[in-house]
């Protein structure tokens, strides 16, 4: 099953939405990484088996220097509001 990491440029919000969806999903503001650099979010979602989702391309593609990984999906809407990111979920 993929395990959602939600980067704090998305909503937290979303989490309970995905899990209605059938999705796993966490923000990093409910798992204690609000404002830790992002090595720390990567670290954080390697060692728990989650895809980092976010819109911050540049700072996690430098990061991508390791052999296996659970993956990035990256948001290529970065102006988009926290609430604006919902469509894209399939969320109303």
């Known amino acids: 099953m993929t395990r959602l990491l939600l980067d704090e440029h998305?909503?937290?919000a979303l989490v309970r939405k995905l899990g209605e969806k059938g999705?796993?999903?966490?923000?990093?503001?409910?798992?204690g990484l609000s404002g830790?650099?992002?090595?720390?979010?990567?670290?954080y979602a390697l060692e728990h088996d989650f895809t980092v989702v976010t819109t911050n391309a540049r700072n996690?593609?430098?990061?991508?220097?390791?052999?296996?990984?659970?993956?990035?999906?990256?948001?290529?809407e970065s102006g988009l509001t926290r609430?604006?990111?919902r469509p894209h979920f399939g969320i109303e």
């Open 10 to 12: 998305i909503s937290p």
């Open 36 to 43: 830790e650099p992002d090595e720390h979010i990567w670290n």
């Open 83 to 85: 609430d604006e990111h």
């Open 60 to 76: 996690f593609i430098r990061l991508l220097n390791v052999e296996v990984h659970p993956g990035l999906i990256v948001l290529r």
């Open 23 to 31: 999705l796993y999903a966490e923000a990093v503001a409910h798992v």
